[in-house]
């Protein structure tokens, strides 16, 4: 490979939520391991793997020149957006103009600037469950009602939106807003272009508007390739509010910068309008200058080597825990870097808590996540963008110490 996907790097002390965090009080994450374990950070949806170095070459290249006043930013960052979805989400060159794309300070930003633009306080919002847990903490804080529409799986354990179940909702509450995720964290579906079709049918018979987070978009596994909500029809471009960032791609959270695409104007004017109104939506130049890093032809090319790993991590993963986990469930994400693990038939088989196995877990090590603030009732989610080496390890240890092994013995 071209690119190094399998180093170990110690994040201790160097702005690691994923690390520095646990054991801390009064937060949601993992407690620390007990003596004699180090940690495996599976819970923060960010990755153990360094940028693509262009990344850090465009930021220190910016950073010795020494001043950093205000600024607007160049065609070439427009340009850079526009190239890299007509590339690799198929976007129209001549729909997607510079007028479609604006900043937006962080996605979930853009989700709530979109909601109050077109819903009140107190207007109910459909969300699919399991749900991303920073949708409904800002739908929550911003005073808006949730509607869950469960996903089913089928019979193959894919996971399916409802649509009839969709539709009953919206009308039944009057919806006229709802918050789309595709690819769907915690879930990792990718969904295909009958279901956008069918979803976006239901969302047009109701009169709905449609804010997709697609900051997923381009951690895609085992060949899948993702859809632009907003590309299955002339319908569903005009009442979508795409959001993306290179944030989740290229692990730049902490940098800050996402960006939506609208395509109709007076849905654009209004959103933009939100945003700006706070004066909480401006660009950071070395965010900028992140984001022009990453989609170079680099960027390109080391997306594809990630997708290649993170694939290899979730097929040994899968794979390992059908043999040896006897009652937990999961379906094979399709996209995300995430597991989403159903642990209520081994729950019921042993008489346990989800609690104690999370805690069973965090004892040795394995920093994995309380599933039920996303709406899994006994789940657990896992990040898997770690170096296979880490993955297999923290494998080992849960069936060593957690599913099979004589930890309980130990807690009566």
């Known amino acids: 490979m071209e690119f190094d996907f399998t180093t170990l790097i110690d994040r ?34 960010d990755m153990n793997f360094a940028t693509v170095p262009t990344v850090p070459q465009a930021l220190i290249e910016r950073a010795q020149h020494p001043l950093f006043g205000y600024f607007s930013p160049p065609d070439a960052y427009y340009e850079a957006i526009r190239q890299w979805q007509v590339r690799r989400n198929g976007a129209d060159p001549a729909l997607l103009t510079r007028d479609c794309i604006g900043y937006e300070n962080g996605v979930l930003g853009g989700v709530v600037s979109a909601l109050t633009a077109f819903a009140a306080p107190g207007d109910a919002v459909l969300l699919h469950s399991p749900t991303y847990i920073g949708f409904t903490s800002s739908l929550q804080n911003n005073g808006y009602r949730i509607v869950h529409s469960p996903l089913q799986r089928d019979d193959a354990g894919v996971w399916r939106m409802d649509f009839a179940d969709m539709d009953a909702k919206l009308k039944q509450h009057h919806i006229h807003v709802a918050v789309f995720c595709s690819p ?10 009958w279901e956008l079709e069918q979803a976006m049918e239901v969302y047009r018979a109701n009169d709905c508007l449609v804010i997709s987070d697609e ?27 795409a959001l993306y960032a290179p944030s989740k791609t290229f692990n730049l959270a902490g940098l800050v910068g996402s960006y939506h695409i609208i395509y109709d104007a007076a849905l654009r004017d209004r959103v933009r309008a939100k945003g700006s109104k706070p004066h909480y ?23 594809d080597e990630l997708c290649a790993v993170l ?45 104690e196995v999370l805690h069973a877990g965090w004892d040795v090590g394995v920093a994995w996540q309380d599933g039920r603030m996303f709406h899994g009732p006994c789940a657990i989610r896992m ?3 770690l170096p296979l080496s880490r993955v297999q390890e923290a494998l080992r240890r849960l069936d060593t110490y957690v599913f099979n092994g004589p930890f309980w013995a130990d807690r009566g």
């Open 215 to 241: 900051i997923w978009s381009d951690i895609l596994l085992n060949g899948h390739r993702h859809i632009p909500t907003q590309s299955v029809s002339a319908d569903a471009r005009r009442r979508t509010v």
């Open 383 to 385: 990040n898997l963008a």
């Open 12 to 45: 201790r002390g160097r702005d690691a939520l994923a690390v520095d965090a646990l054991g801390q009080p009064g937060g949601f994450a993992p407690a620390a391991p007990k003596p004699g374990f180090d940690a495996i950070p599976m819970w923060v949806a």
């Open 311 to 355: 694939s290899e991590n979730v097929n040994t993963a899968c794979a390992y825990i059908a043999a040896h986990f006897d009652g937990v469930d999961v379906a094979k994400p399709q996209g995300t870097y995430m597991l989403f693990l159903d642990c209520t038939r081994w729950c019921a088989q042993h008489g346990r808590t989800l609690d």
């Open 281 to 303: 939506n401006e660009m950071n130049v070395l965010s900028m200058h992140a984001l022009l890093g990453a989609y170079q032809p680099a960027g390109y090319r080391w997306v």
């Open 184 to 193: 769907h964290n915690p879930c990792g579906r990718v969904w295909e272009r």
